[in-house]
């Protein structure tokens, strides 16, 4: 008897995992609540896998042997919560994935802010090394995918609590944890410590001779680390002390210390600049020696790095002004790091759809860089109640093209236009690539 597989969704980890499943000899069935896209119904047509979008069918749904649910969907779905109530066991893309890796090695990095990043420079120091790798999760393929139609020795994923609120065996060999700050509490029934435990998940199924790379100087990882009963290696990176055992930063310099090997790097050679991206390059650096990638090709790579599209990404620089679109912002955060690395006064690009934010954690920076606020969105109330009284301009507008107008005109020369929105982008945008586009765009046509 072939084993049923359900999976609910049909974006990049639904459709991976069809793949995967069908490959691997399952009666595979996706359902997709809303439409599916052009280039993913293409995918699953040409593998023979059933589907449907625009509905769920219950009878087709509840005689699976497992159902994979896509990260999107909430434990308070309906759905999910019949199948839990029937006992059906629901597992994340990453967990099916990880039962047909064979051999290969994974580092898995999870984290509120700073993982796509360190999981896109993890990548280029394994690549810049010569490792077989690819980069999955949350950037590039979906994991499933990946282990489908092109397999690798190493596996660097980009992981979301999401996806590891349904892992069961999941255990990656290097699992990096970059800081847990509030993000998502809408999910964790706004409870900050569900959203923690979630997040701890990464190291639950890690056994001795796995790592587990922490930064020590996040008071939350800190303050919650001895309540999970962690059996792996503990790697900590930080800037406030030497270490015997991980990476840390004194006078300006980088010592990367695993077993007994030890590195030095000026953070001046360090291709992305800013403190959170010296903790970024200190994750990274490490969760590589951890796979014993030699300190040569590490620090290579460290200075060879491009940042990402939609992070901290220059688009141009009209009539003095230079515009930076942080779309990938999407949480108080984010913005706050955005804004502390800031040097010229900030023409401040903000909101969308809010997931339970506090502004009052940006206060202090808005007083001291930002000289105007655009709200781009439809929820701006909370927004002007956290700077009406500290920053003199403020205007809402509901596309990227007002925003970027608008802000435009607040500007002087040497400002600079800040799209950080500290918010998802979904009720106006497609997601914050869609968001990032549309900004950038916008700001061509000025």
Do not use: W
């Given at each position: 008897m072939k084993k049923r597989l359900v999976i609910l969704g049909a974006g990049e980890s639904g459709v991976g995992a069809a793949l995967l499943a069908k490959q691997q000899g399952y009666e595979v069935f996706v359902s997709d609540g809303g439409p599916i896209m052009e280039n993913y119904r293409m995918e699953m047509q040409l593998n023979g896998i059933e589907f449907e979008e625009n509905m769920h069918?219950?009878?087709?749904?509840?005689?699976?042997?497992?159902?994979?649910?896509?990260?999107?969907?909430?434990?308070?779905?309906?759905?999910?919560?019949?199948?839990?109530?029937?006992?059906?066991?629901?597992?994340?893309?990453?967990?099916?994935?990880?039962?047909?890796?064979?051999?290969?090695?994974?580092?898995?990095?999870?984290?509120?802010?700073?993982?796509?990043?360190?999981?896109?420079?993890?990548?280029?120091?394994?690549?810049?090394?010569?490792?077989?790798?690819?980069?999955?999760?949350?950037?590039g393929f979906s994991f499933a995918?990946?282990?489908?139609?092109?397999?690798?020795?190493?596996?660097?994923?980009?992981?979301?609590?999401?996806?590891?609120?349904?892992?069961?065996?999941?255990?990656?060999?290097v699992a990096v944890l970059?800081?847990?700050?509030?993000?998502?509490?809408?999910?964790?029934?706004?409870?900050?410590?569900?959203?923690?435990?979630?997040?701890?998940?990464?190291?639950?199924?890690?056994?001795?001779?796995?790592?587990?790379?922490y930064n020590m100087d996040d008071e939350v990882t800190v303050k919650s680390i001895s309540n999970y009963p962690i059996k792996s290696t503990l790697a900590p990176i930080t800037m406030s002390k030497e270490l015997p055992q991980g990476a840390y930063l004194q006078n300006a310099k980088m010592h990367l210390k695993w077993k007994s090997e030890e590195m030095q790097m000026s953070i001046e050679d360090f291709a992305i600049k800013g403190?959170?991206?010296?903790?970024?390059?200190?994750?990274?650096?490490?969760?590589?020696?951890?796979?014993?990638?030699?300190?040569?090709?590490?620090?290579?790579?460290?200075?060879?790095?491009e940042s990402?599209?939609?992070?901290?990404?220059?688009?141009?620089?009209?009539?003095?002004?230079?515009f930076i679109n942080d779309s990938k912002a999407t949480n108080i955060n984010s913005t706050w790091f955005a804004l502390e690395s800031m040097e010229k006064p900030v023409i401040l690009i903000l909101g969308g759809v809010d997931k339970g934010n506090d502004y009052s954690l940006l206060r202090d920076l808005v007083k001291e860089k930002v000289k105007a606020i655009v709200c781009m969105g439809i929820e701006h109330r909370k927004i002007h109640e956290a700077f009406g009284d500290i920053v003199p301009l403020m205007v809402n507008t509901d596309n990227a093209?007002?925003?970027?107008?608008?802000?435009?005109?607040?500007?002087?020369?040497?400002?600079?236009?800040?799209?950080?929105?500290?918010?998802?982008?979904?009720?106006?945008?497609?997601n914050y690539e869609d968001r990032g586009n549309q900004f950038k765009q916008a700001v061509k046509e000025l």
């Open positions: 069918s219950t009878q087709k749904i509840f005689n699976a042997d497992e159902v994979m649910k896509s990260p999107g969907i909430p434990e308070k779905n309906e759905l999910v919560k019949k199948l839990r109530a029937k006992g059906v066991n629901i597992i994340s893309e990453i967990e099916f994935a990880y039962r047909y890796k064979g051999n290969s090695k994974i580092i898995a990095i999870t984290g509120s802010n700073g993982k796509t990043t360190t999981t896109a420079l993890t990548y280029h120091i394994c690549k810049t090394a010569g490792v077989d790798c690819a980069m999955v999760g949350n950037i995918k990946q282990v489908a139609v092109k397999p690798k020795q190493l596996y660097v994923a980009e992981i979301s609590s999401f996806q590891l609120d349904d892992i069961k065996t999941f255990r990656p060999d970059t800081n847990i700050t509030e993000d998502h509490l809408d999910r964790y029934d706004y409870r900050f410590e569900n959203y923690i435990s979630s997040k701890f998940r990464i190291v639950m199924n890690q056994q001795q001779q796995d790592v587990f790379i403190k959170h991206n010296q903790y970024n390059s200190m994750a990274a650096g490490l969760a590589a020696s951890a796979v014993d990638i030699r300190k040569e090709k590490i620090r290579e790579a460290l200075q060879t790095f990402l599209e939609h992070r901290m990404e220059t688009v141009a620089t009209i009539k003095n002004v230079e093209k007002d925003a970027v107008q608008s802000a435009f005109h607040f500007a002087n020369k040497g400002d600079v236009v800040l799209l950080s929105p500290a918010c998802a982008s979904f009720d106006l945008f497609k």
